[in-house]
């Protein structure tokens, strides 16, 4: 059995035929089975097998990864893959390995021209399947139509767009000192409020909901990651209220799984300066032009009450006070 990587530096992926030449050659030409990263030879083919195997690919592709050797030759249209050979007693030991590799250098010399005709967009639930791109894209389609309605109600554009500063420069500012703890300056950055918060959080809608689509197109699980956290930032439904003092503190509880969940994951954004430098991960510089201004952005809906009692906030009094008021001066 081998054992075949495809995944490639930003998510590029071989073409098709290559993984069914390999596949077809392995088995009939040097009688061995194909699977996917670790997975044994000859699974079922059923929904939690498929569903297993695709996230192997999403570990790799969402970060941009290549999962072996052959992936940085990818950004140089070199088409490849890694076989690794799995130790077994009998025939199918290295001898097996290298028959299919002899098998696979003899198809490629009867090529008369480049690949081309099959698939570069798709992804693998087994060795032997496949899910072309247009099976798969309306899913992201829909999930950045979906944020995008919510950038509809704009009030004032303008204000929204200078208010986008703040949150461009703090990610400029972490590009060059090369530093991704830089999102911890976003809640105490100055924050927008009324219509011009709203604007903002309209102009952030209508933005990541356009780049979610379009990043599908090239990299489809990473478009699902940053679907993911464009949600968790810009949802105001879920808010956790936390009383400190005589104020209640009113934070939308998936800004907080965001930020808990970049840190967390602060040793492996680490690593993806070196790769990076060494072949060209666009992650990196991804972290700092998208996802540090979306960290920024989601600190615009945050909001602080003074409370003068167990329920009623400061504000809500004074609008009573004004009106009895009002309605006096009335009578």
């Given at each position: 059995?081998?054992?075949?990587r495809?995944?490639?530096?930003?998510?590029?992926?071989?073409?098709?035929?290559?993984?069914?030449?390999?596949?077809?050659?392995?088995?009939?030409?040097?009688?061995?089975?194909?699977?996917?990263?670790?997975?044994?030879?000859?699974?079922?083919h059923?929904?939690?097998?498929?569903?297993?195997?695709?996230?192997?690919?999403f570990?790799?592709?969402m970060?941009g990864?290549?999962?072996?050797?052959?992936?940085?030759?990818?950004?140089?249209r070199i088409?490849?893959?890694?076989?690794?050979?799995?130790?077994a007693?009998?025939?199918h030991?290295?001898?097996?390995?290298?028959r299919?590799?002899?098998?696979?250098?003899?198809?490629?010399?009867?090529?008369?021209?480049?690949?081309?005709?099959s698939?570069f967009f798709?992804?693998?639930?087994?060795?032997?399947?496949?899910?072309?791109?247009?099976?798969?894209?309306?899913?992201?389609v829909?999930?950045?139509?979906s944020?995008?309605?919510?950038g509809?109600d704009?009030?004032d554009?303008?204000?929204?767009?200078i208010?986008?500063?703040?949150?461009?420069?703090?990610?400029?500012?972490?590009?060059?000192?090369?530093?991704?703890w830089?999102?911890a300056?976003?809640?105490?950055?100055?924050?927008p409020?009324?219509?011009?918060?709203?604007?903002?959080?309209?102009?952030?809608?209508?933005?990541?909901?356009?780049?979610?689509?379009?990043?599908a197109?090239v990299?489809?699980p990473?478009a699902?990651?940053?679907?993911?956290?464009?949600l968790?930032?810009?949802?105001?439904l879920?808010?956790?209220?936390?009383?400190?003092?005589?104020?209640?503190?009113?934070?939308?509880?998936g800004?907080?799984?965001l930020?808990?969940?970049?840190?967390?994951?602060?040793?492996?954004?680490?690593?993806?300066?070196?790769?990076?430098?060494?072949?060209?991960?666009v992650?990196?510089p991804?972290?700092?032009?998208?996802?540090?201004?979306?960290?920024?952005?989601?600190?615009t809906?945050?909001?602080?009450?003074?409370?003068v009692?167990?329920?009623?906030?400061v504000?809500?009094?004074?609008?009573?006070t004004?009106?009895?008021?009002?309605a006096v001066?009335?009578?």
């Amino acid at each position: 059995m081998s054992l075949t990587r495809t995944e490639g530096v930003n998510g590029r992926l071989p073409n098709l035929d290559v993984i069914v030449a390999v596949g077809y050659v392995g088995y009939w030409g040097a009688g061995y089975d194909d699977s996917l990263h670790n997975f044994p030879a000859n699974l079922p083919h059923t929904y939690s097998t498929g569903a297993k195997q695709l996230w192997s690919h999403f570990k790799y592709a969402m970060l941009g990864r290549p999962s072996a050797a052959h992936g940085v030759l990818a950004k140089h249209r070199i088409d490849a893959v890694t076989l690794y050979g799995v130790p077994a007693e009998g025939p199918h030991g290295f001898h097996s390995l290298g028959r299919g590799v002899e098998g696979m250098m003899r198809t490629y010399n009867n090529m008369l021209e480049r690949l081309h005709a099959s698939f570069f967009f798709y992804l693998l639930p087994a060795a032997d399947r496949f899910m072309p791109v247009g099976h798969y894209l309306p899913a992201a389609v829909l999930l950045g139509a979906s944020v995008t309605l919510g950038g509809f109600d704009c009030p004032d554009a303008l204000a929204g767009a200078i208010w986008t500063v703040p949150a461009v420069a703090t990610g400029l500012i972490g590009w060059f000192t090369q530093s991704p703890w830089i999102i911890a300056l976003a809640p105490f950055l100055p924050r927008p409020e009324g219509a011009e918060a709203k604007s903002l959080l309209s102009l952030a809608h209508l933005g990541y909901g356009a780049l979610i689509p379009t990043l599908a197109m090239v990299n489809f699980p990473q478009a699902i990651l940053l679907a993911a956290m464009t949600l968790l930032a810009l949802n105001p439904l879920f808010t956790l209220a936390i009383p400190v003092a005589n104020y209640r503190v009113t934070i939308p509880l998936g800004t907080v799984v965001l930020f808990s969940g970049l840190v967390y994951s602060f040793p492996l954004i680490r690593e993806l300066k070196g790769e990076w430098e060494l072949f060209g991960n666009v992650a990196w510089p991804a972290f700092f032009a998208i996802i540090v201004p979306l960290c920024v952005v989601s600190w615009t809906t945050p909001s602080a009450q003074l409370v003068v009692d167990d329920e009623t906030p400061v504000t809500q009094v004074l609008a009573d006070t004004k009106a009895v008021e009002d309605a006096v001066k009335g009578e």
